[in-house]
Each structure stands twice: as C-alpha cells, then as structure tokens.
C-alpha cells in the first residue's frame, strides 16, 4: 500500500539523495529489498540504501547520509514497522513528500504469524490456515509516532559502523526478570505486530514486491515505465528457476533438525518445505529468558539436533550457551546477505548461501 505521509518540518538541511538523470531517487529500507528495487531499476537509475550491510535493522541509528537519502527521496520503499519501528519516524520526518510504499501491507503479500514459542511442532510450517494474503486496504500508521529517542542522525552511534550489538539488555535499556514459565511473558515488553515481518525471505513475496516496486516506479516515472516492467517480469522468471535451484540444494538433507538463532526464517522454512525445530530469540531478536533457553537446550539433546545456526549480526555468545554440553554443530546463516555486495545480484545470492549454509550444516 503506497501512501503520502503528511508534510513535517525538518529542522535540518540536508543533501538530497543519489539517482541517474532523469530516474526517480529511490531509497530503501535493508539490502534485500534494495536488491529488488535495483533489479527493476537496472538500466534506469540505483536506488540509496538506508540500513547498511552488517547491521540489525531492528535497532538502527541514521548516519546523516543515510537520513541524506531518505530526505532526498522522490519515493520510499520499507518492508514495514514491524521490522524497523525506529523508521516511521525517520520517513515522517524526512521523507514527508515521498511517495512511501510499505511492502507488508502491499496488496498479494502472504504474511506469516508472529511466532511466540521457542520450539516449533509440524503442524506449525506450511499450514495455510495461519497465512493471510494481503489483498485488502491497510489502515494508515499513526505518522505522529514519536520516534524522536532514537537520536537518529547521530553517526557517533551508528549500528553501521559498529558490528558488536548488544542484546544482553531489552531495547528499553532495562533489564526484565523471567520466570520459568515465563516464554510468552518475556516478551510483554516488546511491541512487534501480529506479522513475522520476514517475509522478503519468501521467493513468492519477492516475485510480487517486484509488480508493486515496478508499478510505482512507473506512477513516477511514465518514460521508463516499460523498462521497470520488463525488468520485474524478467526477474520474476528468475524466482521461479532461484525457488527450483534451492529446492534441490535442500533436497539432500531434508527432513533433519535444525535451530535458528532468532525466528526470522519461518517464510523460507514454508516456501521450501524445510522447518525449523525452534528458534533461540523471537522474530524481533529481542533477549531470551533463561527459561526459552532451556527449553531449547532440551530439544537439542532430546532430538539430536546437529546444527544450530548463529547469524552475523548477532551476539555469539548465546548460540554458545545454547549448544553447551550438545555435540550440535553451528554454521552462520544471513537473512540480509551481509556479506553481499548490495545491488540487484544480492537477493538471489543471499536465497541460495541460506540454502548452502543449512545443507552444509546439516
């Protein structure tokens, strides 16, 4: 759903953001959405990436070139709040005459449910009961939030720059007790939505983000309409030969257990038929209680569960608790393809190291 965010004044001048003559100046949330939009912009424009690789962006200080980009922006394209609450008060702020389109509520988007518990049963991956298919209207979010706490602008403490994220401490700075039966409780603290907002992890999702990316890019920019169009159709036939290329890497090991270091996998476990046992963080990848940590460490012994996967974004530390006394082994694996070069190449190859790095692992 694409929308006008009402004008806010900003306070500060700031350079505008980047495009070739005559293309729309584009920026975009985090490197796989990036790596879509610069598909269907290949030969017309380069869109500005805001959350750069290596960074979580569930918590995210702008730079000022980055918040430069967003300012400059003729249009926006985010996967939503629920994966970066800090951003819709950045993009009110900054972007307040970009055009804005938040991909979870973009009509065909298939959503997942927001998952609470640290173990995952059968019943839980492929049920199409639990998917909604968003082809209905979207209520505007409240574009008065008050975001101001998260000092964006402030390149001293940007999470660009600094790799070492601490989730020792919930995002409020305060530490929380937990009982042992505490695995939903621990989490009252944490505001997230009703959607695991992963979904660009859905090759499905990708093919129709790239429709909806094509479609708004052509409501800018009319001369290059047919372009972005032939681009995402293009691109949309090379999901199809991505999603059968996976499927055969995955092929080998299917049908083994595997835990994730947070619930961010659930749209890929679904698409290629390949769950996950559980998951040591939740989708927000906010802090585990002692209690969501046993639980896990007991599957792992119980099912004899091998591999248990960290994520480059994230404290180590905790994969290595969970895996203390197992013989699982551990591989890395990056929902944001970190390690990519950003650009239209990215999404595809971030899909396949997924692949690569559980079968592998397993």
């Known amino acids: 759903m694409s929308r006008k965010l009402l004008p806010v004044s900003i306070t500060a001048a700031l350079m505008g953001g980047t495009a070739m ?12 959405i990036h790596s879509l939009v610069a598909r269907v912009m290949d030969g017309v424009g380069t869109p500005n990436l805001v959350v750069q690789p290596g960074a979580s962006p569930h918590e995210y200080n702008l730079r000022p070139s980055e918040a430069a980009a967003l300012q400059g922006a ?46 995952f049963e059968a019943h839980d991956h492929g049920d199409e009961d639990h998917a909604e298919d968003k082809d209905h209207d979207h209520e505007d979010h409240d574009d008065d939030k008050d975001h101001d706490d998260h000092g964006h602008g402030d390149e001293d403490h940007a999470e660009g720059d600094d790799h070492d994220h601490k989730h020792e401490e919930h995002a409020d700075g305060e530490e929380h007790d937990h009982d042992e039966h505490a695995d939903h409780d621990d989490h009252h603290d944490h505001a997230h939505g009703e959607h695991d907002p992963h979904a660009w992890l859905s090759p499905k999702n990708a093919e129709t983000w790239l429709n909806v990316i094509a479609a ?5 920019d009319p001369e290059n309409a047919g372009q972005y169009f032939a681009n995402a159709a293009a691109a949309g036939e090379e999901m199809a030969v991505l ?9 080998p090991v299917r049908g083994s257990n595997f835990i994730v270091f947070h619930d961010a996998y659930q749209y890929f476990e679904n698409a290629f038929d390949f769950p996950a046992s559980g998951a040591i963080s939740l989708s927000d990848a906010s802090d585990p209680s002692p209690a969501r940590i046993s639980e896990i460490q007991a599957r792992i012994r119980e099912e004899g ?13 905790l994969v290595a608790t969970v895996m203390d006394g197992t013989e699982a082994k551990t591989a890395l694996i990056d929902p944001l393809g970190s390690d990519l070069e950003p650009g239209a190449a990215l999404y595809p190859q971030m899909i396949r190291n997924i692949a690569k790095s559980l079968a592998d692992c397993l």
């Open 21 to 32: 003559a005559g293309a729309p100046s584009v920026a975009v949330d985090i490197a796989p």
């Open 74 to 119: 003729d249009l926006v394209f985010w996967v939503g709040e629920d994966l970066t609450p800090w951003m819709e008060g950045a993009v009110a702020t900054l972007a307040s005459g970009a055009t804005i389109t938040t991909l979870l509520e973009s009509d065909g988007t298939v959503l997942l449910e927001f998952r609470e518990d640290a173990l």
């Open 216 to 220: 708004q890019l052509s409501a800018a």
């Open 243 to 251: 999603s059968a290329e996976v499927s055969e890497t995955l092929d």
């Open 305 to 317: 569960i091998n591999c248990v996967l960290s994520e480059p974004q994230f404290n180590p530390g």
